[in-house]
């Protein structure tokens, strides 16, 4: 369907003689179309996930990440200037940081019996785990989506289409990447992840959500 304009053309200089407002504040605006009766396409977050991951999203990790007990140890320390380095400046203000890393190690343990896989992975070799590595299916948080700093938030109609846009980060990392990975005996095994984490504030474990990811055969 055609450009609807807000006042009716004809009408128009009626009004505008009237009331003295000038016909240049008649604006065209697009009738909503697709499902809604409109010409714009559908917002489609997988696909426009899906069309950026290997010429955008994983060269970018790739150029940004940086080691992770590097990464990590700054970021404990001088989390802007650690954001400065591997995050995103341009987040939003009121967001934690999301930096970029390339985590190295062995597999301490693996929980592989949730949706919400995991495997706590020795990134220094004293033993001890250092980051808890999402394996999928399920996915949390929108690390990989908020580590990059060419998505922003403004770019978006809503809040649910950018909510959308992350969720559909997650599950394309499951698709291409942690669905192909093995899930069983992983304790021991050498890892290599490319991928993002969010900054903090407890105790727990750093949540590693992988871009790329390689595990080792069993020892």
């Not at 590595?133 to 990059?148: C, E, F, K, N, Y």
Request: glycine content about 8%; hydrophobic content about 40%.
């Amino acid at each position: 369907m055609p450009n609807k304009p807000t006042c009716s053309i004809l009408a128009a200089p009626i009004i505008a003689a009237t009331l003295g407002i000038s016909l240049t504040a008649c604006k065209i605006l697009p009738t909503p179309s697709g499902e809604n009766g409109g010409n714009a396409p559908a917002f489609n977050a997988d696909k426009m996930v899906g069309d950026i991951w290997a010429a955008k999203v994983v060269p970018y990790l790739q150029q940004k990440a940086g080691p992770f007990p590097e990464v990590h140890a700054l970021a404990k320390t001088d989390p802007a200037a650690a954001g400065a380095k591997y995050g995103n400046p341009k987040k939003q203000a009121n967001s934690p940081w999301t930096f970029a890393v390339r985590l190295e190690g062995k597999v301490v343990t693996a929980n592989t019996q949730s949706r919400a896989a995991t495997m706590d992975v020795d990134a220094d070799g004293d033993g001890k785990a250092d980051a808890r590595v999402q394996i999928g299916p399920a996915v949390r948080g929108t690390a990989l989506r908020d580590s990059l700093d060419f998505i922003q938030f403004n770019d978006f109609t809503n809040q649910i289409d950018f909510a959308q846009f992350g969720k559909a980060f997650n599950i394309y990392a499951d698709r291409t990447v942690l669905s192909k990975l093995p899930r069983e005996a992983l304790e021991g095994r050498s890892v290599r992840i490319v991928g993002a984490y969010v900054m903090g504030s407890g105790q727990d474990l750093p949540l590693v959500t992988p871009a790329e990811a390689e595990i080792g055969p069993k020892p």
